[in-house]
């Protein structure tokens, strides 16, 4: 399966605000130093996120559950789905339906680990 057609078969599930929120999220927080971490985070148990990422993690208790804080967004995950929350927006009071992304992990992985092909189809398609 060509790539192209794998990011059209994820994307085409949003919007074009959550196809842009998506963007953002890939071009701020995701890059070759910490593809592997995050990757390995949304993956992990409950206590390995605690034991291996303490020092990254969200410690304010506006949002409940364990997530990796980046500069805008937080990231955390439950069995096999990813929520990305912009945690900026939300606290400059804009609705959560714009502010929150769910996706599958599988479709995250591929996602994120096409972060130039994925952003080329973005670029092209919108």
Do not use: A, H
């Amino acid at each position: 399966m060509n790539s192209s057609f794998s990011i059209k078969k994820i994307l085409c599930r949003y919007n074009w605000k959550q196809i842009s929120k998506l963007q953002d999220f890939i071009l701020s927080e995701i890059d070759e130093d910490n593809l592997e971490e995050t990757l390995d985070f949304i993956k992990s148990n409950d206590m390995k996120k605690i034991e291996k990422y303490k020092d990254i993690l969200y410690e304010g208790n506006q949002y409940k559950g364990l997530f990796l804080e980046g500069n805008q967004y937080l990231i955390s995950s439950t069995k096999d789905t990813v929520l990305i929350i912009d945690r900026i927006s939300e606290e400059n009071g804009v609705c959560k339906e714009q502010t929150r992304i769910l996706i599958p992990i599988m479709d995250f992985t591929y996602l994120v680990s096409n972060k130039k092909e994925v952003m080329k189809w973005i670029e092209i398609n919108s």
